[in-house]
Protein backbone atom coordinates (compact mmCIF):
# COMPACT_ATOMS: atom_id res chain seq x y z
CA UNK A 1 0.00 0.00 0.00
CA UNK A 2 1.30 3.23 -0.96
CA UNK A 3 0.67 6.51 1.18
CA UNK A 4 -1.15 9.21 0.23
CA UNK A 5 -1.18 11.79 2.91
CA UNK A 6 1.36 14.31 0.41
CA UNK A 7 -0.34 13.91 -2.72
CA UNK A 8 -3.97 14.96 -0.47
CA UNK A 9 -2.04 17.24 1.55
CA UNK A 10 -1.17 19.49 -1.31
CA UNK A 11 -3.96 19.36 -3.10
CA UNK A 12 -5.57 21.33 0.31
CA UNK A 13 -3.24 23.54 -0.37
CA UNK A 14 -1.80 22.63 3.25
CA UNK A 15 1.79 22.92 4.48
CA UNK A 16 3.56 20.36 6.77
CA UNK A 17 2.68 22.51 9.69
CA UNK A 18 -0.41 23.47 8.94
CA UNK A 19 -1.80 20.39 8.58
CA UNK A 20 0.22 19.23 11.98
CA UNK A 21 -1.89 21.79 13.50
CA UNK A 22 -5.13 20.62 12.46
CA UNK A 23 -4.27 16.86 14.40
CA UNK A 24 -6.38 16.42 17.16
CA UNK A 25 -4.15 16.96 19.83
CA UNK A 26 -1.55 19.02 17.73
CA UNK A 27 1.81 16.96 16.51
CA UNK A 28 4.70 18.18 14.62
CA UNK A 29 5.40 19.02 10.77
CA UNK A 30 8.22 16.55 11.26
CA UNK A 31 6.00 13.98 12.16
CA UNK A 32 3.60 14.63 9.60
CA UNK A 33 6.89 14.54 7.47
CA UNK A 34 7.80 10.90 8.62
CA UNK A 35 4.60 9.59 7.96
CA UNK A 36 4.21 11.01 4.45
CA UNK A 37 7.87 9.25 3.35
CA UNK A 38 7.13 6.35 5.24
CA UNK A 39 10.02 6.65 7.89
CA UNK A 40 7.58 6.47 10.55
CA UNK A 41 4.52 3.85 10.73
CA UNK A 42 1.24 5.11 9.30
CA UNK A 43 -0.87 3.53 12.00
CA UNK A 44 -4.84 3.06 12.33
CA UNK A 45 -4.56 6.02 15.16
CA UNK A 46 -2.41 8.14 12.55
CA UNK A 47 -4.94 7.51 9.76
CA UNK A 48 -8.02 9.10 11.83
CA UNK A 49 -6.52 11.46 13.07
CA UNK A 50 -4.64 12.88 9.78
CA UNK A 51 -7.80 11.89 8.03
CA UNK A 52 -9.85 13.97 10.44
CA UNK A 53 -7.52 16.98 10.02
CA UNK A 54 -7.59 16.96 6.18
CA UNK A 55 -11.29 16.37 5.72
CA UNK A 56 -10.93 12.97 3.78
CA UNK A 57 -12.32 9.31 4.80
CA UNK A 58 -8.58 7.68 6.73
CA UNK A 59 -9.33 4.94 4.14
CA UNK A 60 -8.16 7.32 1.16
CA UNK A 61 -4.90 8.26 3.02
CA UNK A 62 -3.49 4.69 1.77
CA UNK A 63 -4.06 3.25 -1.92
CA UNK A 64 -2.55 -0.34 -3.78
CA UNK A 65 -0.14 -0.04 -6.33
CA UNK A 66 -1.96 -1.69 -8.99
CA UNK A 67 -3.63 0.32 -11.79
CA UNK A 68 -2.73 3.75 -13.26
CA UNK A 69 -3.75 6.32 -10.91
CA UNK A 70 -5.53 9.47 -12.47
CA UNK A 71 -2.99 12.47 -12.53
CA UNK A 72 -3.22 16.32 -13.41
CA UNK A 73 -1.71 16.83 -16.51
CA UNK A 74 -2.63 20.32 -17.75
CA UNK A 75 -3.42 23.59 -15.99
CA UNK A 76 -6.09 26.12 -17.84
CA UNK A 77 -4.95 29.72 -17.91
CA UNK A 78 -5.74 33.01 -19.74
CA UNK A 79 -2.98 31.77 -22.55
CA UNK A 80 -5.01 28.61 -22.77
CA UNK A 81 -4.31 24.77 -22.01
CA UNK A 82 -0.12 24.37 -20.61
CA UNK A 83 1.42 21.31 -19.97
CA UNK A 84 3.07 20.94 -16.27
CA UNK A 85 6.53 20.88 -15.57
CA UNK A 86 5.84 17.19 -13.90
CA UNK A 87 2.26 15.81 -14.14
CA UNK A 88 1.20 14.96 -10.37
CA UNK A 89 -1.54 12.47 -8.85
CA UNK A 90 -4.79 13.68 -8.19
CA UNK A 91 -7.15 13.23 -5.69
CA UNK A 92 -9.80 11.07 -6.89
CA UNK A 93 -13.33 11.68 -6.01
CA UNK A 94 -15.08 9.04 -4.63
CA UNK A 95 -18.25 9.23 -7.31
CA UNK A 96 -15.62 8.92 -10.14
CA UNK A 97 -14.02 6.67 -8.68
CA UNK A 98 -17.13 4.26 -8.46
CA UNK A 99 -17.33 4.52 -12.22
CA UNK A 100 -15.70 1.26 -13.69
CA UNK A 101 -13.61 1.66 -16.88
CA UNK A 102 -10.64 1.21 -18.60
CA UNK A 103 -9.47 4.74 -19.95
CA UNK A 104 -7.51 6.07 -18.17
CA UNK A 105 -8.55 9.77 -15.94
CA UNK A 106 -6.35 12.88 -16.33
CA UNK A 107 -7.36 16.24 -14.74
CA UNK A 108 -7.18 19.50 -16.01
CA UNK A 109 -6.25 22.24 -13.19
CA UNK A 110 -7.79 26.11 -13.81
CA UNK A 111 -5.91 28.73 -12.75
CA UNK A 112 -7.81 31.33 -13.82
CA UNK A 113 -11.46 32.09 -15.17
CA UNK A 114 -12.11 31.17 -18.59
CA UNK A 115 -15.29 31.07 -20.11
CA UNK A 116 -17.60 28.78 -17.34
CA UNK A 117 -14.17 28.04 -15.60
CA UNK A 118 -13.32 29.31 -12.39
CA UNK A 119 -10.10 29.65 -10.92
CA UNK A 120 -9.27 25.73 -8.48
CA UNK A 121 -11.94 24.21 -10.37
CA UNK A 122 -10.78 20.66 -11.68
CA UNK A 123 -11.91 19.22 -14.98
CA UNK A 124 -11.46 15.43 -14.78
CA UNK A 125 -11.53 13.59 -18.31
CA UNK A 126 -11.75 10.23 -19.72
CA UNK A 127 -9.25 9.06 -22.40
CA UNK A 128 -10.53 7.93 -25.63
CA UNK A 129 -9.44 6.81 -28.69
CA UNK A 130 -9.48 9.13 -31.61
CA UNK A 131 -11.75 6.97 -33.31
CA UNK A 132 -14.52 7.10 -30.53
CA UNK A 133 -14.19 10.96 -30.90
CA UNK A 134 -18.18 10.76 -31.88
CA UNK A 135 -18.92 10.33 -28.51
CA UNK A 136 -17.20 13.55 -28.08
CA UNK A 137 -18.47 15.78 -30.13
CA UNK A 138 -20.29 19.20 -28.48
CA UNK A 139 -18.42 17.93 -25.00
CA UNK A 140 -15.24 20.29 -23.49
CA UNK A 141 -12.49 17.74 -24.73
CA UNK A 142 -8.03 17.97 -24.17
CA UNK A 143 -6.19 17.06 -27.20
CA UNK A 144 -2.32 16.88 -26.95
CA UNK A 145 -0.20 19.30 -29.84
CA UNK A 146 2.82 18.88 -30.89
CA UNK A 147 5.50 19.54 -28.58
CA UNK A 148 4.28 19.07 -25.25
CA UNK A 149 1.05 21.09 -25.21
CA UNK A 150 -2.41 20.80 -25.18
CA UNK A 151 -5.64 22.38 -26.37
CA UNK A 152 -8.57 22.55 -24.36
CA UNK A 153 -12.19 23.58 -25.40
CA UNK A 154 -16.03 22.16 -27.06
CA UNK A 155 -15.52 19.52 -29.27
CA UNK A 156 -17.03 20.82 -32.61
CA UNK A 157 -16.37 19.04 -35.62
CA UNK A 158 -14.19 15.95 -36.84
CA UNK A 159 -13.07 15.69 -40.46
CA UNK A 160 -10.52 12.56 -41.35
CA UNK A 161 -8.05 13.19 -39.08
CA UNK A 162 -8.55 16.56 -38.07
CA UNK A 163 -10.33 17.67 -34.76
CA UNK A 164 -11.78 21.03 -34.24
CA UNK A 165 -11.85 22.75 -30.80
CA UNK A 166 -13.73 25.85 -29.62
CA UNK A 167 -11.78 27.57 -26.75
CA UNK A 168 -14.00 28.35 -23.98
CA UNK A 169 -12.77 32.53 -23.48
CA UNK A 170 -14.81 34.77 -25.38
CA UNK A 171 -13.59 35.87 -28.86
CA UNK A 172 -10.98 33.11 -28.80
CA UNK A 173 -11.03 31.24 -32.22
CA UNK A 174 -11.48 27.51 -32.98
CA UNK A 175 -8.42 25.09 -32.99
CA UNK A 176 -7.41 22.87 -35.18
CA UNK A 177 -5.14 19.70 -33.85
CA UNK A 178 -4.05 17.11 -36.95
CA UNK A 179 -4.19 13.62 -36.30
CA UNK A 180 -3.95 13.71 -31.91
CA UNK A 181 -3.11 10.44 -30.49
CA UNK A 182 -6.11 10.72 -28.10
CA UNK A 183 -8.78 12.90 -26.84
CA UNK A 184 -10.16 13.02 -23.72
CA UNK A 185 -13.50 14.17 -22.88
CA UNK A 186 -14.94 16.23 -19.61
CA UNK A 187 -16.81 13.25 -17.23
CA UNK A 188 -17.24 15.77 -14.03
CA UNK A 189 -16.29 19.20 -12.86
CA UNK A 190 -14.80 19.47 -9.04
CA UNK A 191 -15.32 22.90 -8.28
CA UNK A 192 -14.04 24.01 -4.22
CA UNK A 193 -17.06 26.16 -2.13
Given at each position: MINRIRDIRKAKGLTLAELADACSPPTTAQTIGRLET???NLSIKWMDR????LGVDPESLVRSEDGPQPQVVAQ???A????????????????????????PLMVLQVQESTGEFRPG?????????????????????????????????????R???LVGLLPPGAGQKQ???DNPPWIAV???????L
Open positions: GMRIGHALGAGAEALAKPREAVMPTDLAAQGSDNDLVWLRQLDPEDAGEAINRDCLIPRPGGRFAFGRLIDRGTQVVAVMLVRP
